[in-house]
């Protein structure tokens, strides 16, 4: 099903209290060249039918109104998913969709 | 009077809320978050608790369920609002209050009896206590860390907007100990801590008077009864 990817992290200069926690472990595991580690949220929107512009501008709408608070948090990406924006990796070693 | 309670799911005080507003003097009514009615209430109180699970952020979905579309409305026109902790989030979230609440700054869910000092008694939940006034209320969240940017703080400052600030003790990381807030007309009024649990002697905080005697939370309510006998 065509699904439309929204990423939304926490601001940069916001205190991740999560994030802080999973870096002190990887640092006690002895990996300590990872210097810092923050964690947001990856949505997918499941549509029926195409994904048109149209649809991609009122994904970028809710994408600012409810799925992030713009006091806290960035809206890092919105796109289709499979797409160059997608990643590395998108669809591999046996990732289901 | 009567005050309405709206039940999210995921409301954890809602009754708690309802028997502080008995107490006090006024007629709790039970309000749906399903629903578009407000039951022709007088003012309006959203509870603490988890609503929805708080999957997006802290009253997020909260702020966009069916009857907070009325709630707005009524906050706008002029209607006694109080938001507790995770009423407080969603006041946020409906952007009837500015700023955010984020992850306490040490990562742990935190419960202790709270000193707070009044800031200001210019609204209808805290017109009966004095300026300056220092108070003990329990305070118990993981998300409390109230933040804004610095024009929207200053501004906040400057407009003597701030309800609430922690004393003692800042437990989640708040910029400038900012525990509450009201909005420039004075009738929502927003604090992470709960003034539902300081109602009755017997179950409050600690005072040196006698353990488990303290009731300051009994004036949020009082409050907005005296301002309708008296508007």
């Not at chain 1, 009122?58 to 608070?69: I, P």
């Not at chain 1, 948090?73 to 997608?86: C, L, M, N, Q, R």
């Not at chain 2, 702020?63 to 002029?78: F, H, K, L, T």
């Not at chain 2, 437990?171 to 900012?178: F, K, V």
Request: net charge negative; charged share 20%.
């Amino acid at each position: 099903m065509p699904t439309i990817v929204v990423e939304v992290m926490p601001k940069a200069e916001l205190l991740d209290p999560a994030g802080k926690a999973v870096a002190g472990a990887l640092h006690r595991l002895g990996h300590e060249s990872i210097r810092d580690v923050r964690i947001g949220k990856r949505f997918e929107l499941h549509v029926d039918g195409e994904i048109d512009a149209a649809l991609l501008e009122t994904a970028q709408q809710l994408a600012a109104d409810m799925l992030s608070n713009g006091v806290i948090e960035d809206v890092i990406s919105v796109h289709v998913s499979g797409s160059a924006a997608d990643g590395v990796g998108e669809g591999v070693a046996g990732e289901t969709r | 009077m009567r005050i309405g309670v709206v039940t999210f799911p995921g409301s954890l005080d809602d009754r708690d809320a309802q028997r502080a507003i008995r107490l006090a003097g006024a007629e709790p009514v039970a309000l749906w978050h399903g629903t578009h009615d407000l039951q022709g209430v007088d003012a309006i109180v959203l509870p603490g608790g988890f609503s929805y699970g708080d999957y997006l952020r802290c009253g997020a979905i909260a702020a966009r369920s069916p009857i907070m579309a009325e709630v707005i409305d009524a906050a706008n026109s002029g209607m006694p609002v109080l938001g507790i902790c995770n009423g407080f989030q969603i006041l946020v979230e409906a952007h009837l209050l500015p700023g955010g609440l984020i992850r306490n700054d040490h990562g742990d869910f935190i419960r202790r009896d709270q000193r707070l000092r009044v800031e200001s008694t210019d609204s209808a939940w805290t017109n009966g206590f004095t300026a300056g006034q220092e108070i003990t209320i329990p305070l118990k969240n993981g998300e409390g860390g109230f933040i804004a940017d610095e024009p929207t703080l200053d501004r906040l400052e400057g407009e003597g907007l701030v309800a609430f600030r922690y004393l003692d003790v800042n437990p989640n990381g708040s910029l400038r100990d900012i525990a509450g807030l009201r909005n420039e007309r004075g009738n929502v009024v927003g604090l992470m801590p709960h003034p539902e649990h300081a109602v009755e002697p017997g179950f409050g905080p600690n005072t040196p008077a006698a353990m488990r005697s303290g009731v300051d939370g009994l004036t949020f309510f009082t409050s907005v009864i005296k301002q309708s006998v008296l508007s």
